[in-house]
Each structure stands twice: as structure tokens, then as C-alpha cells.
Nanobody, 121 residues
């Protein structure tokens, strides 16, 4: 079983930066595609950024040019670098990943428990 643990959230002023990390642990073979989602108070969870197993990235229009998703396969970790943060970026940020339990296993989609990012004006 794999666990995804997010870290790096916190309180930052508008215009500031944060880097979120999502570390996978447990018994698994590899991480395939991964992504970050966020849920602001009173709103539905929304997709923020994604990265394929080959490193191809995609971003929501609202964060394009400000957020960068990356991965370090040797550390089984996915990152989200956030710069020029805005108050509307305030949300709980969740990591999501397709994980292969074994070499020939089907992928299992997993979620972390989230990390809170608060951007103050």
C-alpha cells in the first residue's frame, strides 16, 4: 500500500513563494502520472497541475506561468513550486498519483491528505 504525504504548506504574503512536496512511501514499484489539486473554502476541488511519467507538464490557466510541477523519481517525490502567489490561491492542496504496486500491476490512483496554503493580502 502506498501513502502520499504532502508538505510545505503554510502562511505567505501575496507575491510570495512556496514549494509543496508530495512524497510517496510504502510498498510500491513506481509512480506514473501525478498531479496537484486544490480546494478552497466553500468550493469544489479543482485540478491545478499534472505531470506524466515522462515529465510532460500541464497547468490550469489560473496558475500557468506562476506554478511549476516537477518530479524526482529517485525520491518518489513530486513538487509544486508556486511563485507570485495570490490570495485566491488560498486552499488545501492535494497530491494525486497513479501508483504501480508492482512491475506488472495495474495502476492504483492515490490521494494525499492535503496541505494548507494561506495567502494573505
Amino acid at each position: 500500500q502506498v501513502q502520499l504525504v504532502e508538505s510545505g504548506g503554510g502562511l505567505v504574503q501575496a507575491g510570495g513563494s512556496l514549494r509543496l512536496s508530495c512524497a510517496a512511501s510504502g510498498n510500491f514499484f513506481s509512480i506514473s502520472a501525478a498531479g496537484w489539486y486544490r480546494q478552497a473554502p466553500g468550493k469544489q476541488r479543482e485540478w491545478v497541475a499534472g505531470i506524466t511519467s515522462g515529465g510532460i507538464t500541464n497547468y490550469a490557466d489560473s496558475v500557468k506561468g506562476r506554478f511549476t510541477i516537477s518530479r524526482d523519481n529517485s525520491k518518489s517525490t513530486v513538487y509544486l513550486q508556486m511563485v507570485s502567489l495570490k490570495t485566491e490561491d488560498t486552499a488545501v492542496y492535494y497530491c494525486n498519483a497513479d501508483v504501480a504496486p508492482g512491475l506488472y500491476s495495474s495502476l492504483i490512483n492515490s490521494w494525499g491528505k492535503g496541505t494548507l496554503v494561506t495567502v494573505s493580502s
